[in-house]
């Protein structure tokens, strides 16, 4: 079993050039999607995601994919193979397409922004918000959270068709009905928050960091 995660960034100096060079790059159908996107941060992001995985996706071995082939169950979790599972983040300045090899895997990453809690109260229960009301850094804590609860419901596969607050959490397993997650936190950014997911126990991972201009 491997597990690889490609990730990358743009800034406001380079998200046009970026565009320039890469967006001729994908099929028709994905650069329609991209131009509904008003803008050009959002259109940055999705570019990227989709060069991440072509690119991680020949690091798999599989160097001709098309994005035309890929897949979506009836959630609307995208695939392309049944051996090889692929999930892909962003937020921010910062793009994550994470890659398996023989098991499930779902990512998130959040950049740590002020928030009202009162707002957020259904996405928590209520042992969840009190740990994160007691922890040193409480914004901190409760993005630890949301990410970790996030690339779980992703790598499920149903995304927020199912109720976050049933998703239990202990230590570093996530308990999604008779499915377990294990997490990985990763550390990337002190701006930024941001879990691994796998359905099986995987302790090793690898982070590469590509640049598109």
Known sequence: MSVKIFYTQFNAENKTAILTQWLSFL????????????????KTRKLLGRLL?????RDFGIPNISLDEVK?????????????????????????????????????IEELKPINFSEMHQIMNATEWLQIRAAVDPLREFYRMWTLKEAALKAEGTGFLTDP????????IVYIGNNNWFCHELFFDTDYSGHLVTSETQHDYKMIKLDFI
């Not at 099929?27 to 959002?42: A, L, N, Q, T, V």
């Not at 995985?53 to 996706?57: K, T, W």
């Not at 609307?76 to 090889?84: E, R, S, T």
């Open 27 to 42: 099929p028709i159908k994905f650069r329609d999607i991209i131009s509904r996107y008003k803008m050009e941060e959002d």
């Open 53 to 57: 995985l072509i690119e991680g996706m």
């Open 72 to 108: 979506y169950n009836p959630f609307g979790k995208p695939y392309l193979y049944d051996h090889i599972d692929f999930n892909i983040s962003h937020s921010g300045n910062y793009i994550f397409c994470a890659i398996a090899e023989g098991l499930k895997v779902g990512i998130d």
């Open 165 to 172: 607050d049933k998703v239990c959490v202990k230590k570093n």
